[in-house]
């Protein structure tokens, strides 16, 4: 029997590419899946496709009284919660710096950032009356190295390390274990749309980040804790 089954997992940022090849592989491993995102229709359309075992929330991951209320209601229904895969995030290339806006900086740090502080500080106290739990965040290969054109995206996912970094010190004797991934290039038709002229080779699948993602959110990684684990696939 899978160390999985009947676990509760809420993935935030369900309906996208890593959201959805994540919440795949945990469906097979008898999970029952909180899957959380603002766009409902998606959120049906993927709940519809993995089967009885997943239910969906919609959800304004940057609202933190709306996160607080979808955490609520989904401990609720099921009665507890043991892990939180925080996908939420996203990307856009901006301009130097000093014409960035004060809106492009809060729309990164808005949706890499903010949504896995709200995420996490809404679920911990539930991981904490569990007896403990699994958090794993998602920041980027972006994050450990500045780029021209993309400092908001590269400081909130350096924020994600740092976040994930601090969440692993403060609960490490509650049996709730932290930990994040950074990904390199993620091999989606968005990104290939984009990047037309690259080598998809050297890129990594979601189904692959979604395995080290399940790697972390089981019994095997019970002694990894505060970890950015580099996920980059050939490149």
Known sequence: MSEFKDKVVIITGANGNLGTA??????QKGAI???????????????????????DFECNLIDSEAVNACYQQIHQQF?????????AGGFTMGPLLHNTEDKDWNFMMDLNARTVFNSCRAAIPYLLENK?????????????????????????????????????????????????????????PQNRED??????SKWVAPEQLA?????????AAIAVNGAAVPVFGKS
């Open 22 to 27: 994540f919440a795949k592989k945990m469906a």
């Open 211 to 219: 395995d080290v993602i399940l790697f972390l959110s089981s019994n």
């Open 132 to 188: 403990g739990g699994k958090i794993v965040n998602v920041s980027a290969r972006a994050a450990k190295e500045g780029k021209a054109k993309m400092a908001p995206y590269c400081a909130s996912k350096a924020a994600v390390i740092t976040l994930t970094e601090s969440l692993a010190a403060e609960y490490r004797f509650d049996n709730i274990n932290v930990n994040c991934i950074l990904p390199g290039t993620i091999d989606t």
């Open 195 to 200: 990047m037309a002229n690259a080598d998809f």
């Open 79 to 87: 009665g507890k919660i043991d892990i939180i895969a925080n996908i």
């Open 33 to 55: 899946l909180a899957l959380v995102s603002h766009e409902k229709a998606l959120l049906q359309t993927l709940k519809q496709e993995i089967g009885q075992q997943a239910f």
